[in-house]
């Protein structure tokens, strides 16, 4: 079957800062494409969509630039765009313009960053309208406590088409668990809204067993179901929980007593079906 990881990085600090690492120098260095197609092939995986870092549109013209240049690795592109400026589609649409922008399958803003409320300010709210209409996906990353306005948002603005990163981070070992389930289920409850089984591992406390995520990769399972689950491994970021390898280890287990079907879709069949990919042949990168 054909995997697609849904959700890495790739960025270099020398050229942006990116203050959110401020806290974790492992992550502090460049990561480029020959390093992601070593260690995506090294775990199994033929594709991948690359996703925003920085709150920049200077940056998403570089993810495709590599997009160009790799098509055979990089499917997708999920970019930046101001979602507060009053020329949003006009952004996009030189997005889409440029070489690569055949590649740009979607946009994020790190709400977690964000005050709870940012998606329910009038001119948030208007911005993504003007994303819906141009037939690209979201990205929602989130807080727990943003939980309840992700479902406002996807209910006000239902004709989009929504993707919960990483599980709006489960309080893995901690408090807030049913709190959490709880809301998950009210966003799974929408149907144009599907969940990436993304950064897990990195919510495992310190020194505690990495098993202690494959409940939250269950629950989210249980309430998207495969049809609206994708794969995404959050490398390199991952890496302070566990190489490729063993990221790619876990979604197996987690998805072990599917039937083939439904491990195709969490695979790669939902995330072509939600952003709407073309996929290329395989190449070998040489």
């Known amino acids: ?79 930046w765009v101001d979602l507060t400026a009053s020329d949003v589609s006009d952004r996009i649409a030189a997005l889409r313009a440029r070489l690569g922008g055949e590649r740009l399958v979607g946009l994020r803003h790190q709400v977690e960053d964000e005050p709870t409320d940012w998606l329910d300010r ?37 004709e989009g088409r929504y993707v919960l990163d990483h599980g709006a981070k489960p309080p893995i070992g901690g408090t807030g668990w049913d709190s959490w389930r709880t809301e998950i289920g009210a966003l799974a409850q929408r149907p144009h809204v599907s969940v990436k089984l993304s950064g897990l591992l990195t919510q495992v406390p310190h020194g505690q067993p990495l098993a202690l995520a494959g409940p939250a990769a269950g629950v989210l399972l249980d309430l998207f179901g495969a049809e609206r689950t994708a794969f995404g491994s959050d490398w390199p970021v991952s890496t302070l929980a566990a190489p490729y390898d063993q990221v790619m280890a876990f979604t197996h287990g987690v998805i072990a007593d599917l039937d083939p079907a439904e491990q195709r879709a969490v695979l790669g069949g939902a995330a072509t079906r939600v952003y709407g990919l073309a996929l290329p042949p395989v190449d070998g990168g040489s």
């Open 122 to 158: 009038p001119e948030v709210r208007r911005g993504l309208r003007a994303v819906a209409a141009t037939g690209l996906a979201f990205d929602l990353l989130v807080r727990p406590d943003q939980i309840p306005s992700a479902v406002r948002l996807v209910d006000d603005v239902d």
């Open 1 to 79: 079957m054909t995997v697609i990881d849904a959700h890495v990085h790739l960025w270099d600090p020398s050229v942006r800062p990116y203050r959110w690492m401020a806290d974790l120098p492992r992550l502090a260095r460049r990561y480029d494409s020959r390093q992601l197609h070593d260690a995506a092939r090294g775990a199994g995986v033929e594709h991948a969509l690359l996703v925003q870092a920085a709150s920049g549109e200077a940056e998403t013209h570089e993810l495709l630039d590599v997009a160009a240049a790799v098509p055979w690795l990089v499917v997708g592109v999920i970019g």
